[in-house]
């Protein structure tokens, strides 16, 4: 078996997890691989080094090493290679994580075929002017329609398949799927979400009312979303940098055709998971 490690190692403790883990494929009779410009970092392992691309496009599946970011990071490229992600924590929280530094010894499930995977719905978000993408991306946890300039309440118009429904002032809003309902739209006051339970969440950021709550839509709808102040807004997707929108433009966000797939190698549900998360930031 091929295993591509994508490692964050600006993450402390990613070198190390990373040294370990293939140690670890090696003893197992597992070839594993990493990218060619991290050579320097990981010589004496036994690693095999190749240009990402053909890394991605050879390997079985990919091991992502170090918090939520850089598991998305690396779930974004095994999306385009068709692959399945397995995270390893080698940061804090880490939810989407499979496993921890001291369970790597379950990696031989891998091998023997002791694993599930979680397919998770993704968004397409893009943003349009007068009919035209001018951009367009995948998002696994969320896309955030929010200000970027001066800090002063921005006016959010939400059109629900094509229908107004509803408008914020505030921050901005975030549409999360179920796996993002952990992270920004979290923070927010947005509900935790089941990733079983396909779902777009529309979280108000800051919103100047006593009445901004999450609203939760059915996974095929489409959102639509305008400025109705002259604030300057971006889109960011899953943490990237924000892409501007030009005033006159509107952002529209919807189910993505295509999803990502999570390796699960233990059996602990997605409460426990999120229970044990938090019980350790307490």
């Known amino acids: 078996m091929?295993?591509?490690?994508?490692?964050?190692?600006?993450?402390?403790?990613?070198?190390?997890?990373t040294r370990q883990i293939c140690a670890e494929l090696t003893k197992l009779g597992a070839c594993a691989m990493l990218d060619e410009a991290v050579r320097p970092e990981f010589t004496g392992t036994n690693a095999q080094f190749l240009p990402q691309d053909r890394?991605?496009?050879?390997?079985?599946?990919?091991?992502?090493?170090?918090?939520?970011?850089?598991i998305i990071y690396a779930a974004h490229k095994a999306i385009g290679a068709n692959k399945p992600v397995l995270g390893i924590n080698a940061g804090r929280l880490a939810f989407l994580a499979g496993l921890e530094q001291h369970?790597?010894?379950?990696?031989?499930?891998?091998?023997?075929?002791g694993y599930t995977t979680e397919r998770r719905m993704l968004l397409q978000a893009q943003i349009?002017?007068?009919?035209?993408v001018l951009h367009e991306a995948l998002c696994i946890n969320d896309a955030i329609f929010s200000r970027t300039g001066a800090a002063k309440l921005t006016g959010v118009e939400v059109l629900?398949?094509?229908?107004?429904?509803?408008?914020?002032?505030?921050?901005?809003?975030?549409v999360a799927t179920p796996t993002g309902s952990t992270?920004?739209?979290?923070?927010?006051?947005?509900?935790?979400?089941?990733p079983s339970l396909e779902s777009l969440l529309l979280t108000p950021i800051c919103p100047h009312s006593l009445s901004g709550r999450t609203l939760l839509f059915a996974?095929?709808?489409?959102?639509t979303l305008r400025a109705t102040t002259d604030s300057e807004l971006g889109l960011t997707c899953d943490g990237a940098v924000p892409l501007p929108v030009p005033r006159d433009a509107e952002v529209?966000?919807?189910?993505?055709?295509?999803?990502?797939?999570?390796?699960?190698?233990?059996?602990?549900s997605f409460i426990e998971v999120y229970h044990t998360k938090m019980q350790q930031r307490g």
């Open 183 to 194: 992270a920004y739209s979290l923070s927010a006051g947005g509900p935790i979400v089941d």
């Open 55 to 70: 890394m991605l496009g050879s390997c079985d599946l990919v091991i992502a090493v170090g918090g939520d970011g850089s």
């Open 128 to 132: 349009l002017q007068n009919g035209n």
């Open 2 to 17: 091929n295993i591509a490690i994508i490692p964050n190692l600006t993450r402390e403790n990613a070198r190390e997890v």
């Open 103 to 113: 369970e790597l010894p379950l990696l031989e499930r891998l091998l023997t075929g």
């Open 219 to 223: 996974p095929q709808t489409e959102l």
């Open 252 to 268: 529209r966000i919807r189910r993505a055709e295509t999803s990502a797939y999570f390796i699960r190698i233990k059996t602990d």
């Open 160 to 174: 629900v398949n094509g229908r107004e429904t509803c408008g914020y002032l505030g921050d901005g809003v975030i």
